[in-house]
């Protein structure tokens, strides 16, 4: 019996002390693939774009250096009265976006007769001055109706607009607009800045690129007539906003540049073109545009000759 009693607790110590050196290994292995420590799940292609990733940053890091070294020593870039801006190697100054709709060819018209020329003028004006202005449209929402052969048989005439065609036309939808104006914009044409204004605003094309060759040394810069204001949360009020609740209790914008006249710089234009679908709208174009500054590292530039409801000497524009 003793015997007996002897080998089973032999046994049942083996067995317990076999089972808790497999649990220790698998401790042990699950510990290292937790920390790293073991043998690594990342494959040789996934280092080597770990290992290039690494290194393009360090040279953009010393690009960026360079760049801050040049603007300290006094450089600025210079834009060149011989260039068309057709992607091409050479750039314009701006790109300004007018922004319109169906049923608003008088504003066209009286912008035309007021500062935006036609014709071999308005080619001048692009050659001469690096400025491209264009009006901006979508198209209807029942394709080609009235609406649509309207601003066609305008645009033969004229030659002055850009059409969105994946853009329906509707006072709902400025925001969209403005974001897929801007994407478009930076995709067609190689600018130094890119401007959204109202079709009712005039504008002294001669006090604009003096006032922005003033920010040719500032690669990402939001230059409007800032502003804040109150969030509507009434649904009645001609500004109510929607999303009015994410605005805090205070119920009060963030600083943004006014609707009637926006210039952002070319990183920027980009970064929208990239973002288009990530980027979030609100009711307002203006407050929409505000909003994707937020986060990013970018100089607002608080621009009084922009305020384009009080003309003042100096001022780049008014409204008509």
């Known amino acids: 019996m003793l015997a007996m009693f002897a080998c089973m607790a032999s046994f049942y110590v083996?067995?317990?002390?076999?089972?808790?050196?497999?649990?220790?290994?698998?401790?042990?292995?699950?510990l290292d693939r937790r920390t790293g420590q073991g043998h690594s799940s990342i494959s040789v292609d996934d280092t080597l774009k770990v290992v290039a990733c690494r290194h393009q940053h360090k040279r953009l890091a010393a690009l960026e250096m360079e760049l801050a070294?040049?603007?300290?020593?006094?450089?600025?870039?210079?834009?060149?009265?011989?260039?068309?801006?057709?992607?091409?190697?050479?750039?314009?100054?701006?790109?300004?976006g007018i922004m319109t709709g169906f049923g608003r060819k008088n504003y066209r018209d009286a912008v035309r007769?007021?500062?935006?020329?036609?014709?071999?003028?308005?080619?001048?004006?692009?050659?001469?001055?690096?400025?491209?202005?264009?009006?901006?449209?979508?198209?209807?929402?029942?394709?080609?109706?009235?609406?649509?052969?309207?601003?066609?048989?305008e645009n033969r005439k004229t030659n002055d607009f850009?059409?969105?065609?994946?853009?329906?036309?509707?006072?709902?939808?400025?925001?969209?607009?403005?974001?897929r104006f801007f994407g478009h914009a930076s995709d067609t044409f190689d600018a130094e800045f890119y401007a959204r204004i109202n079709d009712d605003i005039y504008i002294n094309v001669d006090?604009?690129?003096?006032?922005?060759?003033?920010?040719?040394?500032?690669?990402?810069?939001?230059?409007?007539?800032?502003?804040?204001?109150?969030?509507f949360?009434?649904?009645?009020?001609?500004?109510?906003?929607?999303?009015?609740?994410?605005?805090?209790?205070?119920?009060?914008?963030?600083?943004?540049?006014?609707?009637?006249?926006?210039?952002?710089?070319?990183a920027i234009a980009q970064f929208i073109?990239?973002?288009?679908?990530?980027?979030?709208?609100?009711?307002?174009?203006?407050?929409?545009?505000?909003?994707?500054?937020?986060?990013?590292?970018v100089k607002h530039v608080n621009e009084g000759k922009l305020c384009c409801s009080s003309w003042s000497p100096g001022a780049v524009c008014s409204a008509l």
């Open 162 to 179: 850009l059409i969105l065609e994946n853009h329906v036309e509707g006072s709902e939808e400025r925001p969209m607009k403005t974001k």
């Open 207 to 231: 006090a604009l690129g003096g006032m922005l060759s003033a920010h040719w040394d500032k690669p990402r810069v939001y230059i409007g007539c800032m502003k804040s204001g109150e969030v």
């Open 14 to 30: 083996a067995g317990r002390l076999w089972q808790d050196a497999q649990t220790r290994v698998y401790l042990i292995q699950e």
């Open 233 to 266: 949360s009434e649904s009645s009020h001609k500004w109510y906003e929607p999303d009015w609740w994410k605005f805090g209790d205070g119920k009060t914008y963030f600083r943004h540049a006014s609707g009637e006249m926006v210039v952002i710089s070319r």
């Open 69 to 96: 070294h040049a603007n300290h020593e006094g450089y600025v870039g210079k834009y060149s009265s011989h260039t068309n801006g057709t992607r091409n190697g050479k750039r314009l100054l701006a790109v300004i």
């Open 113 to 153: 007769k007021s500062w935006l020329p036609s014709g071999a003028t308005l080619k001048k004006l692009e050659q001469e001055k690096g400025i491209l202005v264009r009006f901006v449209i979508g198209r209807s929402a029942n394709k080609g109706d009235n609406y649509d052969r309207a601003i066609d048989d």
């Open 273 to 297: 073109s990239i973002n288009r679908l990530l980027l979030r709208t609100y009711a307002h174009d203006d407050v929409s545009i505000g909003s994707w500054m937020i986060g990013l590292d």
